[in-house]
């Protein structure tokens, strides 16, 4: 079973940014494609970006509105995963989770195709 420990999260002002971790432990990470997901309150947990397995080339995806400004990598030595978010905006203002779907090559934006999830941790965008 994977275990998912997120960190980085904060309060940053608009046109920050801040870069979130996502420490895995109990599988290694490159078998499983990954994803950064958010939720607001009130509102449905979205997905924000993903990258595929190791062995399926490890592209990724983004969500509309964080192209060009976020971007979504992973350390397999570390077993680590990251989203760097530039250029923050209050709309960005949101829980951020992290999650592990087994043996995917390739990744989507739906939270239902993942199983395994971290704590998630806030990220506040205001001035």
């Known amino acids: 079973q994977l275990q998912l420990v997120e960190s980085g999260g904060g309060l940053v002002q608009p046109g920050g940014s801040l870069r979130l971790s996502c420490a895995a432990s109990g599988f290694a990470l490159d078998y499983y494609a990954i994803g950064w997901f958010r939720q607001a309150p009130g509102k449905e947990r979205e997905g924000v970006s993903c990258?595929?397995?190791?062995?399926?080339?490890?592209?990724?995806n983004y969500t509309d509105s964080v192209k060009g400004r976020f971007t979504i990598s992973r350390d397999n030595a570390k077993n680590t995963m990251y989203l760097q978010m530039n250029s923050l905006k209050p709309e960005d203002t949101a829980v951020y989770y992290c999650?592990?779907?087994?043996?995917?090559?390739?990744?989507?934006?739906?939270?239902?195709?993942?199983?395994?999830w971290g704590q998630g941790t806030q990220v506040t965008v205001s001035s």
């Open positions: 999650a592990g779907d087994l043996w995917a090559a390739s990744c989507g934006l739906n939270p239902y195709e993942y199983e395994s």
């Open positions: 990258i595929g397995s190791s062995n399926g080339g490890g592209s990724a």
